[in-house]
């Protein structure tokens, strides 16, 4: 069975480029979620994609997009960039979305890309 | 607003004894709760879970107590191995598949 990947590692860019990151889901989930991390602060959610459409999305502004395909993986993009984008992105995949409570939906995340914006 | 707090920072632990780590939240739609473990340059792991129908959940040397009157859960390690050391963070989720973390808490675990 493989895991969650994310790639790339790590990625330098600079005030107002743009970005894409990518993320395979784990065999048979169907769902992926985005957080962003900055340093020393848990995992902040940036938005959920169950087949291929947004299902859910946190505090974040819409220069934060995503896509998911037929396969299930996914990218995030992100334009526009500034300093405070800075943080390690972590996609997580889970077979569904929540299930109400039956704990069926636990996320699974990936290695993460550690972006730095310069 | 931090609906999900993690209040120490970190915890020191000598092999073989007990770890007890922390949470407590405020949003009473949370229904269900999990553990992660971190490593440096990792993603997180998932430990354990529980779901707010139940107060107890158990797996191998982890423990997850649920006490929903006061909002609180902890997570015990026992016994504490060098392993184990990590942040550990707690996250929470309500209807809709987000998880809310805590900011985490460095467990260091001393041989």
């Known amino acids: 069975e493989t895991g969650v990947t994310q790639s790339p590692t790590h990625l330098i860019k600079t005030r107002g480029q743009q970005v894409t990151l990518r993320c395979s889901s784990q065999?048979?989930?169907?769902?992926v979620s985005w957080y962003q991390q900055a340093l020393g602060q848990g995992p902040q959610f940036i938005f959920q994609?169950?087949?291929?459409?947004?299902?859910g999305r946190g505090n974040f502004p819409p220069r934060f997009s995503g896509l998911q395909f037929p396969n299930y993986s996914s990218e995030l993009n992100v334009n526009a960039l500034e300093l405070d984008d800075s943080a390690l992105y972590l996609c997580?995949?889970?077979?569904?979305?929540?299930?109400?409570?039956?704990?069926?939906?636990?996320?699974?995340f990936g290695p993460g890309t550690r972006l730095t914006v310069l | 607003d931090q609906q999900v707090k993690q209040n120490s920072p970190s915890l020191s632990v000598q092999e073989g004894r007990i770890s007890i780590l922390n949470c407590d939240y405020t949003?009473?739609?949370?229904?269900?709760f999990l553990w992660y473990k971190k490593y440096p340059a990792e993603g997180p792991t998932f430990l354990i879970s529980?779901?707010?129908?139940?107060d107890k959940n158990e797996d191998g040397r982890f423990t997850v107590f649920l006490n929903k009157s006061a909002k609180h859960l902890s997570l015990h390690i026992v016994p504490s191995q060098p392993g184990d050391s990590a942040v550990y963070f707690c996250?929470?989720?309500?209807?809709?598949?987000?998880?809310?973390f805590g900011q985490g808490t460095i467990l260091t675990v001393h041989p």
């Open positions: 997580a995949s889970s077979p569904g979305p929540a299930s109400g409570g039956l704990g069926t939906d636990t996320q699974y």
């Open positions: 065999s048979g989930h169907n769902t």
């Open positions: 994609y169950y087949r291929e459409e947004e299902n």
């Open positions: 949003n009473s739609m949370f229904d269900y």
């Open positions: 529980i779901s707010s129908i139940k």
């Open positions: 996250a929470a989720r309500a209807w809709g598949g987000k998880l809310t």
